[in-house]
């Protein structure tokens, strides 16, 4: 008989992410994939926090609870909630703690996993854990750290109150599955926990590839201060070969000032947001893939970059920073960006173009790699084991031990 997970997360369809304002493109295909992978080995019931805007950015008030297709075989229930600020997120949790309590009580037997330790996904899950002794495992892929530099004071109020609140939710997790290990040490968590920092999803590897036609420099993801793109955009003002162009796929507050920017350099091309395939086709035609993130920023230190794992499976030569998530394995797969002042990274993209056959190489060995060793159903069954391995143990809750 199949262990039954209770699943609660901000997943959604692939399409209809592309549409919601407040659907994360890289997290939802992260759960996707993952749900996927367990959905051949277990009865899945998936709850999903709908990832829209509050009202205001969103038009709508009311969300009725409704059930939606996920993937073949597999729906999700869109717990219902009423779109205001605060009230969004009492009646989300509100919802779907009776949900659960309805799907786990008199049945201990059935596995809680939450995407993310935020109130509206894990409270529910938690409070159902102390009354009715499910476990608990928890995949803590976003921490409560801000992206955001330009906040009002009340939105500066409101988001440290709901990081304070996320950070009490990450201390009462009984099993974690992190994408760092840094993770662990930053929050002092002695509980069992796996680090599996993403993967790739072979469906993916099927896309025809593209050939390069020129020297651009492609960056792919989030506008912000910690993504590092400005590192990039400022370094294209020292690269003298004006063959070599940057271009920027994504949105966020920096948006306005890259387009001025690129504005006045030629060198450097805004193509704003576009959709998730799109972006693979054109990492595979790109000359260089470029992960510029700050070493040194609070959410670099715990986080891992998803865009990389995309950006290896494209074929093309990668350039990143050396954050502390990257293991030994990634060593020899990825050109690394040793010093973060633009003289530096601008002289390295010039030497790059005299050897393009090394590019190539690499480009080739880091996409065998992810294909063979980082795939879904690989990052999945870890996963997987690590469930069976702590679901049926007599373990009393918060008084683990670290793995």
Known sequence: MKKKILYSGYVVSQSEAEQLSGASIAGNKMQLNLLTELHKKADLQVFTIYPVATFGKDKRIFYRKQENFLFTSQNYMRVGFINFPIIKQITQMGMLFKEIRNSVKNNPDIILFSYNAYPQTFIPLLVAQIFYKNKLFVLLADLPLDDKVRRSKLSRLAKKTYDRITEYCIRHIQYAV?????????????????????????????????????????????????????????????????????????????????????????????????????????????????????????????????????????????????????????????????????????????????????????????????VNQKNWTIQSEKIWNFIKAHSCEETSYGKSTIN
């Open 178 to 370: 992190v994408l760092n290990k840094n993770v662990v040490k930053q929050y002092k968590l002695k509980i069992p926990y796996l680090v599996m920092e993403g993967g790739v999803n072979l469906e993916d590897i099927k896309l025809k590839k593209e050939s390069v036609k020129e020297k651009n420099i492609v960056y792919t993801g989030a506008l912000t201060d910690y993504s590092g793109v400005l590192f990039a955009v400022n370094a294209m003002e020292f690269v003298k070969d004006k063959s070599i162009k940057l271009d920027i796929y994504g949105s966020g507050e920096l948006e306005t000032q890259i387009k001025k920017i690129a504005y006045k350099n030629k060198n450097i091309r805004f193509h704003g947001k576009k959709e998730n395939k799109e972006i693979m086709e054109i990492q595979r035609r790109a000359w260089l893939l470029i992960n510029p993130r700050k070493i040194n920023d609070p959410i670099s230190k715990v986080t891992f970059p998803s865009k990389i794992f995309e950006y290896m499976l494209s074929g093309r030569p990668v350039l990143s920073t050396r954050l502390n998530g990257f293991t030994e394995e990634y060593e020899d797969k990825i050109i690394w960006i040793e010093n973060e002042e633009p003289h530096y990274l601008a002289d390295l993209i010039e030497k790059l173009g005299k050897d393009v056959e090394r590019l190539n190489k690499l480009g080739k060995r880091a996409q065998d790699f992810v």
